[in-house]
């Protein structure tokens, strides 16, 4: 799978996270449109199917990410 580089993933998850706080104060049927092709572009760059992965992936690919699991299902202990 194609990486896309880390400064287009930063500037996406910028742009939907501006995108999403203007829909929730305004609710304007633009921003949503334009958020869904930013969340749409997001997948697509991650190989995820839905936003929540898609950000999760993107900010662990730039740099400086942490390497944490912040999955809902956690792992259980080795028996």
């Known amino acids: ?3 896309a580089h880390p400064a287009v993933l930063r500037n996406l998850i910028e ?3 501006a995108l999403h706080a203007l829909h929730a104060e305004q609710g304007s049927e633009e921003a949503r449109r334009r958020m869904d092709d930013v969340a749409y572009t997001l ?3 991650t190989g995820t199917r839905d936003i929540d992965a898609a950000l999760i992936a993107a ?3 730039l740099p400086g990410a942490r390497t944490f699991d ?3 299902i ?3 202990p080795a028996a």
Do not use: H
């Open 43 to 45: 997948c697509v760059s």
């Open 59 to 61: 900010r662990n690919r």
């Open 1 to 3: 799978m194609l990486m």
């Open 74 to 76: 956690g792992s259980s």
């Open 70 to 72: 912040d999955s809902v």
């Open 15 to 17: 742009q939907y996270e």
